[in-house]
């Protein structure tokens, strides 16, 4: 646990990382685009032995990489994340480095909700889980406003959240 991201006077109460990696409903779509897009700028040209010019490579590999990059970048983002829960806090934290990546007081945050799956770990939103959202957030910050994925022990790790916020801690 990054021991540098705890205030003065701050007492840890959970720390813990994501268990593994979790594509969105979002992610999936933008693979899926890709990979319907790599085959209708390249493969299909290329299958009909018909050669393509050096802007058609750049519109295929370009529109590729436009799609597959972002969700790349947000599994490694997850990778290297550890969400620290204090009695004032949640934070996400770099794993690698200790530093802060984000923080918010759980004063300014709604009730948590929990997604549990079969093998104890889930989602841990705060205010309620939205069917609407199919973007997913721009950058890791807004992950702590939206949620903690794929949390070990999510109910357990969700009670705590909410007895810190119940000022219990």
């Given at each position: 646990?990054p021991?540098?991201?705890?205030l003065?006077?701050?007492?840890?109460?959970?720390?813990?990382r994501?268990?593994?990696f979790?594509?969105?409903?979002?992610?999936?779509?933008q693979?899926?685009?890709?990979?319907s897009w790599?085959i209708?700028t390249?493969?299909v040209?290329?299958?009909?032995h018909?050669?393509?010019s050096?802007?058609?490579?750049?519109?295929?590999?370009?529109?590729?990489?436009?799609l597959w990059?972002p969700?790349v970048?947000?599994?490694r983002?997850?990778?290297g994340?550890e969400?620290?829960?204090t009695?004032?806090r949640i934070?996400l934290?770099?794993?690698?480095?200790?530093?802060?990546?984000a923080?918010?007081?759980?004063g300014?945050?709604?009730?948590?909700?929990?997604?549990i799956?079969?093998?104890?770990?889930?989602?841990i939103?705060?205010?309620?889980f939205?069917r609407a959202r199919?973007?997913p957030?721009?950058?890791?910050?807004?992950?702590?406003l939206?949620?903690?994925v794929a949390?070990?022990e999510a109910?357990?790790?969700r009670?705590l959240?909410?007895?810190?916020?119940?000022?219990q801690a």
């Amino acid at each position: 646990m990054p021991s540098n991201v705890l205030l003065p006077g701050e007492r840890l109460l959970w720390s813990g990382r994501p268990q593994r990696f979790t594509l969105a409903r979002f992610d999936w779509l933008q693979l899926v685009f890709g990979l319907s897009w790599l085959i209708a700028t390249i493969v299909v040209p290329v299958a009909r032995h018909q050669s393509l010019s050096f802007l058609a490579w750049v519109v295929g590999v370009g529109g590729v990489a436009s799609l597959w990059v972002p969700v790349v970048v947000r599994l490694r983002g997850r990778r290297g994340v550890e969400y620290v829960v204090t009695d004032r806090r949640i934070v996400l934290a770099d794993r690698f480095s200790g530093r802060t990546r984000a923080s918010a007081y759980l004063g300014t945050l709604p009730p948590p909700v929990v997604r549990i799956r079969r093998d104890g770990s889930g989602t841990i939103v705060f205010g309620r889980f939205s069917r609407a959202r199919v973007m997913p957030p721009p950058s890791l910050g807004p992950l702590v406003l939206t949620g903690l994925v794929a949390v070990p022990e999510a109910g357990r790790v969700r009670d705590l959240i909410a007895w810190a916020q119940a000022g219990q801690a």
